[in-house]
């Protein structure tokens, strides 16, 4: 395989790829910012590794992994410089990316469940892929999405006016 074989190869996987893994790490991050940070350099490891991560049986699970990672560990970073600065930073009101009533209410999940609906509804990544990007077993990312799912209709029905509301037949 010729080096220009290779970029092109690289290139197709990047573009399909990078809108979706920004979306999916500014809605994790709450930071655009930092988000496009994480996915360029997921995408920069890639690169330099390309031959090993094409050849991989997900290679977007894997650049997933290195972005959420990459978020982790700034965070870690954060946590510690704040402490140790002893500044409290208030989180960003609004998410970038995804706007709308429901993203706001996906910022309110827990940070696992919040990983989880971005990387599957903006990432479009399988429970497989989900798994291999946060590094838990499949079946975790199945009962973490549930439990999200869960947690968004009862906020929503909670939300609904009592004339939208389902009547409860199980009142006498």
Known sequence: ???????DDF???????????????ATIAGDRDLAIDAADEAAAQALSRWST?????????????????HLKRRARRR????TLLRRHRDPPAV????????W????????????????????QLTEPEIADALGVSRGTVSSTLRAA????????????????????????
């Open 149 to 172: 799912y869960q947690h968004l209709r009862t906020t929503i029905a909670d939300d609904l006016p009592e004339s939208l509301k389902e009547p409860d037949h199980a009142r006498p």
């Open 104 to 123: 706001s209410l996906v910022a309110d999940l827990s940070p696992r469940q919040r990983q989880a609906v971005a990387l599957r509804h903006l990432g």
């Open 53 to 69: 991560v094409a050849a991989m049986d997900n290679p977007q699970g894997w650049v997933f992994r290195v972005g959420v990672n």
């Open 11 to 25: 290139e197709a996987f990047y573009r399909d790829l990078h809108p979706r893994l920004v979306s999916a790490l």
């Open 79 to 82: 946590a510690i410089e704040t």
């Open 1 to 7: 395989m010729t080096l220009d074989s290779v970029i």
């Open 95 to 102: 998410l970038p990316g995804p706007t709308g009533e429901i």
